[in-house]
T-cell receptor, first 115, second 114 residues
């Protein structure tokens, strides 16, 4: 059973370009969470998705950021018109249920660098 | 809202010595408590969790943590560290009965010195 797969592992974008980050959850997991880790900081919740639904996007910046988890395929975190401040590690986690007492399995992250 | 405080950003310790990483939390509702470890350029791995019951929780790699409700603490301990324990450790909470929306502390970097 493969773990949570994120790609690419490293992504370099120029200011103003778009960044697309992909997350394939573990097999059988239909709950996906995205977190952002800024340098020297802990992870901050961004968004929680179930298949085809956004459940909680309270941590998402109001502009330029969007997320989806289609019926087929990976979850996508999309950042439009990237700025230097978007440089961070973005982690995806998945779980088999929505319950807060179950373990969320994390991917290795995508490290976005905006130049 | 919940918050997690890890006062020590870095903890150096000699190999085979004991270590304690401190974690305090704040919440107006009941929470579940977790410790995660992050090795360089890797994702997070669950070390242990406290849901209910016995306040002393044992995890992987010889780590344990004790939940103290009165002090709102969940400190992580290991009696004898190894070089391989060098990593960053995150304390985290979720709302009891809620979903997997995790609030993390800022992390403690454990540096094991040979």
């Amino acid at each position: 059973n493969a773990g949570v797969m994120q790609n690419p592992r490293h992504l370099v974008r120029r200011r103003g370009q778009e960044a697309r980050l992909r997350c394939s959850p573990m097999k059988g997991h239909s709950h996906v969470y995205w977190y952002r880790q800024l340098p020297e900081e802990g992870l901050k919740f961004m968004v929680y998705l179930q298949k085809e639904n956004i459940i909680d996007e309270s941590g998402m910046p109001k502009e330029r950021f969007s997320a989806e988890f289609p019926k087929e395929g990976p979850s996508i975190l999309r950042i439009q018109q990237v700025v230097r401040g978007d440089s961070a590690a973005y982690f995806c986690a998945s779980s088999p249920t929505r319950a807060g007492d179950t373990e969320a399995f994390f991917g290795q992250g995508t490290r976005l660098t905006v130049v | 809202a919940q918050s997690v405080t890890q006062l020590d950003s870095q903890v150096p310790v000699f190999e085979e010595a004991p270590v304690e990483l401190r974690c305090n939390y704040s919440s107006s509702v009941s929470v579940y408590l977790f410790w995660y470890v992050q090795y360089p350029n890797q994702g997070l791995q669950l070390l242990l969790k406290y849901l209910s019951g016995s306040t002393l929780v044992k995890g992987i790699n010889g780590f344990e943590a004790e939940f103290n409700k009165s002090q709102t603490s969940f400190h992580l301990r290991k009696p004898s560290v190894h070089i391989s324990d060098t990593a960053e450790y995150f304390c985290a909470v979720t709302i009891s009965g809620g979903y997997q929306k995790v609030t993390f502390g800022t992390g403690t970097k454990l540096q094991v010195i040979p």
